[in-house]
């Protein structure tokens, strides 16, 4: 019985193990595809509106490749704001 229940935990702990690294690959991943398209997604973020909201996410591009599309592209951050989940929100105004 115990001989039962340490096999059930080992199977259990590999588990969620290789579903944090699948987890962790994905979101690498999905990044790496935000990063290859970056330029086409900024050029179309930063339009030339006055006021830009950017709302990015562990897979959305870096945070350092917003700023410096922002900045290449005429703008400067006006507020930052982020929650405990990864989530943050970017406001920049064209300077």
Same mark, same amino acid.
């Given at each position: 019985?115990?001989?039962?229940?340490?096999?059930?935990?080992?199977?259990?702990?590999?588990?969620?193990?290789?579903?944090?690294?699948? +987890?962790?690959?994905?979101?690498?991943?999905?990044?790496?595809?935000?990063?290859? @398209?970056?330029?086409? &997604?900024?050029?179309?973020?930063?339009?030339? *509106?006055?006021?830009? &909201?950017?709302? +990015?996410?562990? *897979? @959305?591009?870096?945070?350092? &490749?917003?700023?410096?599309?922002?900045?290449? *592209? +005429?703008? *400067?951050?006006?507020?930052?704001?982020?929650?405990?989940?990864?989530?943050? &929100?970017?406001?920049?105004?064209?300077?």
């Amino acid at each position: 019985m115990l001989i039962a229940l340490i096999l059930f935990g080992l199977f259990g702990l590999a588990v969620i193990v290789v579903l944090v690294y699948v +987890g962790v690959f994905k979101i690498g991943s999905d990044q790496k595809k935000a990063e290859a @398209s970056a330029a086409a &997604t900024l050029d179309a973020l930063f339009d030339g *509106r006055p006021d830009v &909201t950017f709302k +990015g996410h562990m *897979r @959305s591009m870096k945070f350092e &490749t917003v700023m410096a599309g922002a900045k290449e *592209r +005429g703008y *400067r951050l006006a507020h930052q704001g982020g929650d405990t989940n990864g989530a943050f &929100t970017l406001m920049f105004e064209k300077i």
